[in-house]
Each structure stands twice: as structure tokens, then as C-alpha cells.
């Protein structure tokens, strides 16, 4: 007797993805291509574009504007009546019935509780502890979230599998197409890359000091910060007219590769992350990497990065200019990075949350 398995699809069909909206697309396709007996069906708000028609699974579009998964999922959910239902992100339905397996991503908002609007922190403070409580298995990014589970919320190592996502489908571009984003984006030749949502967890304010840092003791030295992302909650636009920053706003995929090839590192001293996609992406394009040593990025790296504290403006503004000017450290890190980046893919993601749905 085959599976029949839930999935909340519901994130993958964003206009403007971010992780965890790619998580959830990437996974649930990796999840679909395995060749498995098990049925699938899959719950969105309205219509995907990215799903072709496949045998054992099943489209249901149910939309709702607000309440979605604790009305339309969980009414959907009594009505199927599944094996097992899985939800990428953090959020289970109030009441449905049966077993369950969640993926929680990070719990930054418990860290750093300022860096999140009130309302969204009480949100996930609830739904996360929730859902860690009503599953029958938690699927983790990273250790370091496994740890803060266990930590904050007593959920038992024995109920939590870290699942590293993939990160694939991303390599070094070409130079023409490196200057046709460069054109696009109206970027110089020499920049740094910050790529993420600007909003205070990613500690934008202290990376745009240490870079101004950068700039009073290089003067001659014409490098640019380049920011890329959608704009968060609480980041200024004055700091963010610093001199030589650029933001270029949320970049279509198709040139995230080409940004990342072009530039001279990636700096990315976030406060806190349950994975870090843009590390793994950057050492996948050849470009060295800077990041926090806290959180997740220490694991995800390994040695293939300059890892710095990302409470100190000295301390990443000293990596910057060790990682520009130490040329046998930077071919050493892109090096390492080719290699490091190659364990993150969505099939083995895909094979180990397939054997959590099967088997919790």
C-alpha cells in the first residue's frame, strides 16, 4: 500500500522567493522526482506554474486570503484525511487530523528578539512552539537549530532530523554574462555582495560600518558594497545612502549567479541564521566567503570560509581587508568552497525527509 502524503505547497508560489520560499519549492520538487510509490497531493493558496502533471499526484487550489492554513488546510486535511502531512515551514494547522512532520528552519526571533516586528515574534513563538509539540517528527536546517530546539523548547534529540537543504542548479557565470548584469544593475568592477533580505537580523547596520570602516583607511581603493534583496522591516534609507553602497532591490534568478561571480567576496555577517543559503551559493560561483562565526554558518562553511564576529565592525571590517589582500587565502578559500558546496543537494534533502514521512 502506497503513502499518501499532504504537502503544504502553499510558499512555492511566490512572485519574489526568498529561502525559505525556495526551500519549500526545491524540496517538494526533489520530494516528486524520486520514484517513489507514495501519493502525493499538494495544497496552494492559487495556481502554480512550476508543476507539471504527474502521475500520484494530485493539485488542490484552495485559495483564502488570510487564516489559509488554519481554515482552508485544515478543512482540506479532515477531508483527505492523508497518512502524513508535511509542512516546510514552521507552521502546522491548529487542529487536523493525523501524523505530522514540520521543517523548522532557525529560531533567530528567540536570539534576537529585537530584530523581529512584535506581532510576527509572538506569531512564531506560538506557531513553532506549536507545531514542534503537535509533529510527529521536526525536520531541522542545521545542528544549530537542532540544538536551539531541544534548548528552548525541549523537543528530544530523538524527535529531530537535520536535513541539510541543497543547493544546486547555481554556478560561476561567464564574463559576458558578468557584464551584462554588471550593465543591468549599473554595479563598478570592484564590489562586495551582500545578498539576503535587508532587515536588521541580517546586521546591515554594522556591515555597512565596517565597510565605511574599510573605506577611510583605503581611500584609493574604489570598491563598492553592493546590497541585494528585498527591503526588510527597520532598515533606514539614510543609512542606506552611505557612500558607496548600491542597493539593486530583490534580483531576478537568473542573475543571482553572475552577481555572485562578479564580486570580490561575499560578506555576510548575519546575526543568526538556520542555514544561510547565500554561503553555499557564493563558494558554488568561486567567490570567497566571509560570514559569522555564530549560528549555523560555522557548520555550513567548514573551512572553506573567513569566519568573523559579526558584533564587531573591527572585526568585519579587518576580514574585509584580510580577504582582499591575502590573494594565497582567497584561491584557498574558493577552493575549499568548490568543494564544501558540493554536499548540499536536494536529493539526498529529498531522500531523508521522504524516509521522516514513512517512517515518525
Known sequence: MSLRIAIDASRTTRAQRTGTENYALKLIDALLMLGDNSCFTLYFRDVPSWITPRDRVTVRVIPLARLWTHLRLAAALYHDRPNVTFVPAHTLPILFPGRAVVTVHDLGYVHFPQAHPWLQ???????????????????????????????????????????????????????????????????????????????????????????????????GDEVALVLVGRMGWLTADTQLNAPGVIVTGYAADQDVAALYSGALMLVFPSLYEGFGFPVIEAMRCGTPVLCSNTSSLPELAGDAALQVDPLSVDAIAQGIDRLLSDAPLRADLIARGYVQSQKFTWRAAAEQTLDALSSC
Open 121 to 219: 515574534r509572538l506569531y512564531l513563538e506560538f506557531s513553532t512552539r506549536y507545531s514542534v509539540r503537535r509533529a510527529a517528527c521536526v525536520l531541522a536546517d542545521s545542528e544549530a537549530t537542532k540544538r536551539d530546539l531541544s534548548t528552548y523548547y525541549q523537543v528530544s534529540p530523538a524527535k529531530i532530523r537535520v536535513v541539510y537543504p541543497g543547493v544546486e542548479g547555481i554556478a560561476r557565470a561567464d564574463d559576458a554574462a558578468i557584464a551584462a548584469v554588471r550593465a543591468k544593475y549599473k554595479l563598478p568592477e570592484r564590489y562586495l555582495l551582500f545578498v539576503g533580505t535587508l532587515q536588521p537580523r541580517k546586521n546591515i547596520t554594522r556591515l555597512i560600518d565596517a565597510y565605511q570602516q574599510f573605506r577611510r583607511i583605503h581611500s
